[in-house]
Every structure is written in C-alpha cells, then in structure tokens.
C-alpha cells in the first residue's frame, strides 16, 4: 500500500442504530478490521448516539454527527447539503456511501456498497415512496460511483444481471469474521421465562421476505407428530408480529412461539449455545450474517437455499427449500432426536467459518481506496 495517508469520508447517515439490522453489522465490523497502521484516515459522518452505540470506532476515528432526525426526506437533504459542504471543508480524497445510494450532490470520487437488489427484484416487499426512491436511486448510483462494493457474489451477479453494472467496476468484499462473543450470567429461564421444551432459533425481523411463516407451519407439523419443540425468534419490532402471532394461535402452537424481542448480545451468545438449531428461512438475503454467527458458536445450521445463504453457508449447514414446510419440518426434526446429526453439523460449520476467516476484508477495503484515490 502506498506510504500517502488517504482521507475518506464514511457516510453513515442512513444508520439508526439498532434499527437497519444486518447492513449496521456489516458496516460496523468491516470499519472496525480495517488495520490500525493502514494508510487510510477515515472521517465518519453519523446520526446522534452513533458514538454511544460504537465506542470503539467513535475512539479510532473523527466523527462527524448530523442533527438530521428520523424522517427519510430530511436525511436525504442533508446528504445532498451538509454532507456534501463538510466533505469539501475537510479537503477528502473519496467519499465512501454504505448505504446503498449516493447523493445527487457530492464529492468524487464516490464508493458505494449496495448490499442487496432486493428493492428492485421484489418491490412490493416495500412501501410505495421506498419503492419508488430505489428504482430511481439505486441505478443512478451505480453509474455515478467510481466503485461498487457489494457482499457476496450473489450479489454481485444481481449487479451486473440487473443494472448491466460491468464487473470489473465491482468488488465483493465479505463482511469479516466475528469469533467475539460475550458470556451472560443470565439464566435462559431469566431470558426466556416460559421456554420450557427444546427450542430452535430464528434471530430475525418480522419482515415478509425472512418467512417466519414456513416456520410456524412447520412447528405445528411437528407438534402434531409428537416433536416436543419450541421457536424463539430475537429481533425488534417488525410489521408482521401481530399477523404470526395471530398466525400461531390459529395453529395451537402459540405457547411454543416465543418473540422476545431486542435482547442483549450476551443473551442472544447463549441461545445460539443452547439451540437444538439456529434456522433461517429468508427468501432473500445479501449475505447473512446470522448463520455465520450461529456456525461461530456452534450452533447447527439449516438454512433457506436462497440468495447468497448458499454461498454464505457452503458445507457448513443444511439448506432447505424456503417454501416446503414439510422439508424444514423433516430437517429440524432430524436434529432435535438426533444429538450425534447435531455435533456433525456444528463441526461443519467451525470448518465453514475456518475458511470465512481466511479473507482479510479490512485490507481489501484499504487496497481498493488506494486504487480509487489513484
């Protein structure tokens, strides 16, 4: 790498923290990896309580907090204006756009990590101005920048199949290898008060495309077969929680269904360590950071053979048709009477992450802002 420090502008105003799931994580841990004697200075540029919620990157880089609020539209402008005179101000070589779009107005040269076609490969999984924003937004700003920067090769063949985005101007940087986890002296009764069966876990919003629904289907199989079992699903509020709790008391397997809610990281650390099985039935995901996640702490994997979870998950789980819920019923009770099925596929996945931490995403990032800056 070259011995000239290399000044990038981060921007970050597209995350509330706590509330933009996999793409904060993502963010967050590729931003962290990057070395500390890299020749890169980065200038972050947040929301308020950013620098609360990250300590550890609000310690080793300038943060620059934006008085923008909640409102899309508002967040948008000051993209378009503030960001863009605080970028000149401070002289930066790039500006680097992690949430998908970059502004009309702005300096260049621009990066920008696009870390799914979702919006334009199932539009009405989104409200009408999202929808709408994106399908102007999204192409527009592959154009403009100078590079992408997307999660898996899944994706990156959306890019150029979609937007006729050529592939050299694409680089597929993964989102690194966290073998971090915290240790809870919570008991799972404090966590879980009325869990009292065998559970499998789905760490995941209520959104449509993650399918809570297949699982609900197959629990009630299951039940119905004498499978003593029960699902815990972890995650904020999302907009289908009434629909699947309604969902599974028309199925009678309402006291197996168990929405906790936002939980600490300790305590999700200890379900993964306590599940018969981490399941993840999305239809659609860039990566999946989860399932790695799961495979970090031993958990056993099945996963939805959809998106880039088969890239993602390779050898090191067990992929299921996202729309059969007998399959997943077969698959998750396979596990939960057979311990020995269990350990192979936890070793599975620890040969999974093995080589998941192989890749240095932190110096490919800093390798590709020298090539930007030229």
Excluded at 111 to 123: F, G, S
Excluded at 139 to 156: D, G, K, L
Excluded at 161 to 184: C, G, M, N, Y
Excluded at 341 to 356: D, H, K, N, Q
Aim: aromatic letters at 6%.
């Amino acid at each position: 790498m070259t011995d000239q420090t290399i000044c990038v502008g981060v921007n970050l105003l597209w995350l509330r923290s706590g509330r933009v799931g996999g793409s904060e994580d993502y963010a967050v841990r590729l931003l962290s990896a990057i070395p500390p004697d890299a020749p890169v200075r980065l200038t972050l540029f947040t929301l308020r309580g950013f620098a609360k919620s990250h300590p550890s990157l609000a310690q080793r880089h300038e943060v620059v907090t934006s008085r923008a609020g909640k409102l899309r539209p508002l967040r948008v402008l000051i993209e378009n204006t503030w960001l863009a005179t605080q970028c000149r101000r401070r002289g930066l070589d790039m500006v680097h756009h992690f949430g998908g779009t970059v502004p009309i107005v702005g300096v260049k040269p621009a990066v920008v990590t696009v870390h799914d076609l979702q919006p334009l490969d199932h539009p009405k999984r989104f409200g009408l101005v999202k929808r709408l924003y994106l399908r102007v937004m999204l192409p527009w700003s592959v154009r403009r920048a100078e590079t992408i920067v997307t999660v898996s090769e899944f994706c990156r063949s959306r890019l150029v199949e979609r937007l006729k985005v050529d592939p050299q101007r694409i680089a597929v940087v993964p989102a690194p290898v966290d073998d971090s986890s915290t240790a809870s002296d919570m008991p799972l009764a404090a966590a879980v008060p009325d869990l009292d069966r065998p559970f499998v876990l789905y760490p995941a919003l209520t959104y449509s495309h993650k399918n809570h629904e297949i699982l609900l289907r197959a629990l009630a199989q299951l039940a119905a077969d004498g499978v003593d079992l029960a699902l815990v699903v972890s995650g904020g509020p999302g907009p289908l929680d009434a629909k699947l709790d309604h969902l599974a008391a028309k199925l009678s397997v309402g006291d197996r269904w168990h929405r906790l809610g936002r939980i600490p990281r300790a305590v999700l650390d200890g379900l993964y360590r306590q599940a018969v099985a981490m399941v993840f039935p999305s239809k659609y995901e860039g990566y999946g950071l989860p399932v790695v996640e799961a495979m970090v702490r031993g958990c056993p994997v099945v996963a939805a053979d959809a998106g880039a979870l088969s890239e993602v998950v390779g050898s090191g789980g067990r992929l299921v048709d996202p729309d059969d819920p007998e399959l997943w019923a077969r698959a998750i009770g396979e596990l939960v009477g057979d311990p020995d099925a269990r350990r192979r596929l936890s070793e599975a996945g620890a040969s999974r992450v093995g080589e998941l931490a192989e890749l240095d995403p932190g110096t490919e990032l800093c390798g590709l802002y020298e090539k930007v800056a030229g």
